[in-house]
């Protein structure tokens, strides 16, 4: 649900939610030419620290653009700016939601606070994206 603030721009962002599966870590290497065994071999990932695949980060940040472009379309295309930190890994299997609110606002440009979090609550990415308001 959004609501506008006096600069028009909302204060919450609908969010955006995905169950990541690891079918979908196949494609995703496919389309970037990121076949790295820690994402798509389980026997090469048992022997990490984390145990078994993981997601590929961009993948996961995909989805705050996601949240962006369907909140803001041409305007976070084409003039958007995204800092984010990797908090966490994403496994197959966890459901991620990325969201945002309203951090500032201008006549000019918004900035949010952004984050996609599993199912369990924990922050996977944090940060912040700045979109322009005006024509």
């Not at 959004?2 to 494609?27: D, F, I, N, W, Y």
Request: some cysteine; overall charge neutral.
């Amino acid at each position: 649900m959004s609501t506008s603030s006096v600069s028009g721009a909302p204060e919450t962002l609908t969010p955006v939610t995905h169950r990541v599966s690891q079918a979908q870590l196949v494609k995703y290497a496919d389309a970037s030419g990121d076949h790295n065994p820690l994402h798509l071999d389980v026997d090469f990932a048992a022997g990490t620290p984390y145990g078994k695949p993981i997601a590929h980060g961009m993948l996961v940040l995909a989805f705050v653009s996601e949240l962006l472009t369907k909140s803001f379309g041409r305007a976070w295309l084409c003039g958007g700016k995204l800092k984010t930190r990797f908090r966490a890994p994403v496994y197959p299997g966890d459901m991620v939601t990325a969201s945002g609110t309203l951090k500032s606002a201008t006549d000019a440009q918004a900035t949010y606070t952004v984050s996609v979090h599993n199912q369990g609550g924990e922050a996977v990415i944090t940060g912040e994206a700045t979109v322009p308001l005006a024509a």
